[in-house]
């Protein structure tokens, strides 16, 4: 059995409305509330799963695969700009 929380249900759910109001990453606020960013993360996530409503409910087969695809090519696309990022700060330093 586990053991019990020492945080409240209150303060988790204050530090959860902290998290998601603030423009501060769940890092950074957790450090505020001197918490470990991993246990509000999970409590952030947990907040998320219970109190809104799947992004994709009302889409059809096709727009959801297009949705899919859509994310992976962004994903795609993000890993080039990273590995060009890299490249141009290897070359900008290299004395040719």
């Excluded at 998290?19 to 993360?41: D, G, I, M, Q």
């Excluded at 949705?67 to 070359?91: G, V, W």
Aim: proline share 7%; aromatic share 6%; hydrophobic share 35%.
């Amino acid at each position: 059995m586990a053991p019990p929380s020492k945080y409240s249900p209150e303060f988790r759910e204050e530090a959860v409305q902290i998290a998601l109001r603030s423009s501060k990453t769940v890092s950074e606020t957790a450090r505020e509330l001197e918490l470990n960013p991993e246990t509000l993360r999970g409590w952030v996530k947990r907040h998320q799963k219970q109190h809104e409503p799947p992004a994709d409910a009302d889409l059809s087969v096709s727009e959801r695969a297009r949705l899919k695809e859509l994310e992976r090519r962004n994903r795609e696309l993000e890993m080039e700009n990273a590995f060009l990022k890299k490249a141009a700060a290897y070359f900008a330093k290299d004395p040719r």
